[in-house]
């Protein structure tokens, strides 16, 4: 059965880091691309990130703080988030697709649960 687990979110400080993880189980990861989504609240699902192979994109909302990156022999894709803000607390998401390249949630085909990322003092 494919299955998506995130796991990494947190309480963190403002200006603080954390990196979140993506673990595929029941199908491998580099066939398909991997996003990052999140959803704050109250708000709609926001697409952020996505890699296929070594080509990558980021929304405007986290570029230059946020870096998407997978690990192959773990089966597993990262989003290393810096600079956090409190903005950036919502339920974060990932999802894989064989569409290639982009962040439009309709073309994902594998969701995982969620993972909570707080950004307080």
């Known amino acids: 059965q494919e299955q998506l687990v995130e796991s990494g979110g947190g309480l963190v400080q403002p200006g603080g880091s954390l990196r979140l993880s993506c673990a595929a189980s029941?199908?491998?990861?580099?066939?398909?691309?991997v996003g990052w989504f999140r959803q704050g609240p109250g708000m709609a699902r926001e697409g952020l990130s996505c890699i296929v192979n070594n080509t990558t994109y980021y929304a405007d909302s986290v570029k230059g703080r946020f870096t998407i990156s997978r690990d192959n022999a773990k089966n597993t894709v990262y989003l290393q988030m810096n600079s956090l803000k409190p903005e950036d607390t919502a339920v974060y998401y990932c999802a894989a697709t064989s569409y290639g390249l982009g962040v439009q949630e309709t073309l994902y085909d594998y969701w995982g649960q969620g993972t909570q990322v707080t950004v307080s003092s």
């Open positions: 029941g199908f491998t990861l580099d066939d398909y691309a």
